[in-house]
């Protein structure tokens, strides 16, 4: 008898926590993605504002399956799925296409950024969801400064050394608070004709609160950890539109304002990936209105046990007063259940009866974020602290949730010499000003796989 064959779509943290929870000998396993590595999201911003490498926080898939020698890592972008003849399509390049059969397939295919019906933001306000995203961030935040220097009027000095970070959730609080470091301290004495701490740092939320999943002790306290640093915090504003040298916000129906700013930075809303909606328009399930797919108890597609979707494409409420959040633990947790389900079924021969495997359940293991150097806040276990404890708490959780040994050693040299130093060593302008003002990459504006 063939192997099972489980085709496994995406390599982020569901799918790959998915694939390396297999331990049968007869379950072969292929996952397909379209780049080649695993991307530790939650450490991107720290790419962004020159904290550490790319190659920190991310690492080839082929390395991370090298012990499974039925894992099989295919590079290539899925451009459909075929329900009923069990088959992935995959684009390999230069117009190749070809289908790849399943017995299981678990789709693991992640979200994109969300601009709430304006796409044309993107090219203005860069999203924080690939390396690509990152560096072309960093490369813009760091222009800004040498721009600013060159520069002779105070309006554009001004407009040049304003940024704008849209949305308070962890990225945007994370993010905000690494550009107030980077402008107070990393630059300090580093030019000539400006002084990089006059930089304004405007962090706009539309919610009432910053961070506002968070319990209202924690966003109070985070709210002033920001202001110390310096952060604007603009809560109950949304943003109306952006120009390229301003954006335009609004509070209410009628409070109105327009800041000039070159540097508009995008952390609010996601978007799942078009995967979804594939699956549903081929099968009996539904989306929300993010685009994501509402799935069984079991995590599997309605009408369609052999079809599992997880992670941040995955709309997963039962039992629950709200879905599941698109949070890395949930996507890890998901991939290593439903991995155990299909062994089980496997050793009972019961394929096609979702009715026998027990129901996922969320294990939550708590909430944190950090906002700077000694500053975070975290709820665990009900407990909820903040400061210096919650910060170390912050570094310990994700320096061991990096997918490799080597990563984390890396890492914790890195952040150990910038603490010290208080210096930012991967300051670099990785491409030619002219493209300050260019789209990213058309494989980055994509939905990560």
Not at 110 to 121: I, K, L
Not at 197 to 215: H, K, N, W
Not at 381 to 410: D, I, K
Request: aromatic share 6%; proline share 5%; charged share 20%.
């Amino acid at each position: 008898m063939a192997d099972h064959h489980v085709v496994i779509v995406g390599g982020g943290f569901g799918g790959l926590c998915a694939a390396r929870a297999f331990r049968r000998s007869a379950t072969k396993v292929t996952m397909i993605d379209r780049r080649n590595h695993h991307l530790f999201q939650p450490l991107l911003y720290q790419v962004a504002t020159g904290g550490l490498s790319p190659a920190n926080i991310a690492t080839p898939l082929r390395s991370l399956l090298r012990g499974r020698s039925k894992a099989h890592v295919r590079l290539g972008e899925v451009t459909g799925i075929d329900l009923e003849r069990r088959r992935v399509l995959v684009e390999a390049g230069e117009g190749e296409a070809n289908a790849l059969e399943y017995d299981s397939l678990i789709v693991a295919a992640g979200a994109g950024q969300s601009y709430f019906g304006h796409p044309e933001w993107a090219e203005l306000a860069p999203g924080l969801k690939s390396l690509e995203d990152a560096t072309r961030i960093r490369r813009n935040v760091l222009l800004a400064f040498e721009r600013a220097e060159l520069e002779s009027s105070p309006e554009r000095i001004r407009a040049l050394l304003t940024f704008a970070v849209v949305g308070a959730g962890p990225t945007g609080v994370e993010l905000a608070g690494a550009l107030a470091e980077i402008s107070k301290r990393t630059l300090a004495g580093e030019f000539r004709n400006i002084d990089p701490a006059m930089a304004t740092i405007l962090l706009i939320e539309g919610a009432e609160r910053v961070l506002p999943s968070f319990p209202e002790v924690l966003s109070r306290k985070a709210t002033d950890s920001l202001e110390q640093l310096g952060v604007t915090v603009r809560t109950g504003w949304i943003v109306e539109h952006i120009e390229p040298m301003s954006i335009v916000i609004r509070a209410g129906e009628s409070e109105r304002q327009t800041v000039a700013c070159d540097n508009v930075l995008w952390a609010a809303g996601v978007e799942a990936s078009p995967l979804g909606k594939a699956l549903c328009e081929a099968s009996a399930a539904v989306l929300d209105r993010i685009g994501r797919v509402v799935v069984e108890p079991d995590c599997s597609l309605a009408g369609r046990p052999e079809v599992f979707v997880i992670g941040d494409l995955a709309n997963y409420g039962h039992q629950l007063e709200r879905p599941l959040p698109g949070l890395a633990a949930v996507a890890m947790q998901q991939g290593r259940y439903v991995a155990r389900l299909i062994e089980t079924r496997l050793s009972e021969g019961t394929v096609q009866d979702q009715r026998q495997v027990a129901p996922f359940r969320y294990l939550d293991k708590g909430n944190m974020a950090t906002i700077g150097r000694k500053k975070a806040v975290a709820e665990i276990a009900g407990l909820r602290f903040s400061g210096l404890f919650a910060w170390l708490t912050w570094l310990f959780v994700h320096l061991m949730y990096l997918a490799e040994f080597q990563n984390r050693v890396l890492v914790l040299v890195q952040w150990g010499w910038n603490y010290v130093t208080r210096n930012r060593s991967a300051r670099l302008i990785t491409q030619p000003p002219a493209d300050k003002r260019s789209p990213p990459d058309a494989s980055s504006a994509r939905s990560t796989l």
